[in-house]
């Protein structure tokens, strides 16, 4: 039985949920392994809701915004890359790989980037396998 990763992408509203449904529209073929979540700016995605989705079984991440410099909230991307560049620090210190968590700038008018950003972090996933949860024990801070 072949690995069907479960990838959870979240999409700016302006740009990136555009540049998705181009791609509906258009018809263009992209793995089918990505559930959409729409944000009304990437700049407003919390942290904590990319790693609830590993904690509810997801086995990659892809976020995806407004090019650097065409946010409709005007710095709401900046704000992305700031936070994506501390989350994947944060992630590797919870023993979750580097390559489960993916940004992509995607624009309003470019679908192709989107399949392509699907199409990558599926096969990258499938590469490293599914996402198994570190075993924490917990200890007794009493003695």
Request: hydrophobic share 40%.
């Amino acid at each position: 039985m072949s690995f069907e990763p479960r990838i959870v992408a979240f999409l700016c509203n302006w740009c990136s949920y555009a540049g998705a449904d181009l791609a509906g529209v258009s018809r263009s073929k992209h793995a089918p392994n990505v559930t959409s979540i729409r944000l009304m700016c990437s700049g407003g995605l919390k942290p904590v809701y990319i790693l609830k989705a590993f904690r509810e079984g997801a086995d990659g991440v892809l976020v995806c915004g407004c090019r650097l410099g065409d946010c409709h909230y005007v710095d709401g991307n900046y704000k992305t890359l700031m936070r994506m560049t501390l989350l994947k620090k944060l992630v590797q210190q919870l023993g979750i790989e580097e390559p489960r968590v993916r940004l992509q700038w995607v624009c309003a008018s470019c679908a192709e980037e989107f399949v392509q950003a699907v199409n990558k972090i599926t096969e990258d996933i499938k590469a490293i396998g599914p996402y198994n949860p570190p075993k924490v024990e917990a200890k007794s801070a009493v003695k």
